[in-house]
């Protein structure tokens, strides 16, 4: 099985981002949005890239407008959004399809039953967190519902930090 850090995507400046570059780090990828009743959710992922981002963890937002049109900005927009209202600083993505004809690879791969036997399946919502170890496989997904600094998720993020 590829890892799922095999992918060159753009960020929010627009510049490459080879995810190739995260591995040996634990990743937990996000699809997010700014008009959702998730959104608040970027506090939290804030705090765990605070928190343990010097022990290996990266966060990465992903913006999607495929649930609700509640990301319907331009990259810019996404970008002034984050750092003025939530003070984000971990990396983010362009904005990509994360469901549908369109979606990206990396969530092709990620959402694939046959690449992700265990945590694939279509994402249903913004906020969807999916936790990849340091060798580029998914070893976790959380729906949205699950908040970044739950026990579950940052029980999760620290047994992977300790491999």
């Not at 969807?128 to 999760?156: C, H, M, N, Q, Y």
Request: with cysteine.
């Amino acid at each position: 099985m590829s890892s799922v850090l095999n992918h060159v995507m753009q960020g929010l400046d627009g510049h490459a981002v080879d995810l190739s570059g995260f591995l040996g780090e634990v990743v937990l990828i996000v699809n997010v949005a700014s008009r959702c009743g998730h959104t608040p959710q970027y506090t939290g992922l804030q705090r765990l890239h605070d928190r343990y981002g010097k022990e290996g963890l990266i966060v990465l937002g992903v913006p999607a407008n495929e649930f609700g049109k509640q990301e319907p900005g331009s990259d810019a927009e996404i970008a002034g959004f984050c750092s003025t209202n939530y003070g984000v600083t971990f990396p983010m993505l362009a904005k990509v399809a994360v469901k549908g004809t369109d979606t990206t690879p990396l969530y092709r791969q990620l959402t694939s039953k046959e690449s992700n036997p265990q945590f694939g399946g279509d994402v249903r919502w913004n906020f969807t967190k999916f936790l990849v170890g340091r060798d580029g496989s998914v070893v976790g997904r959380f729906e949205p519902d699950v908040e970044p600094e739950s026990a579950a998720l940052t029980g999760a993020i620290e047994a992977e930090l300790k491999k």
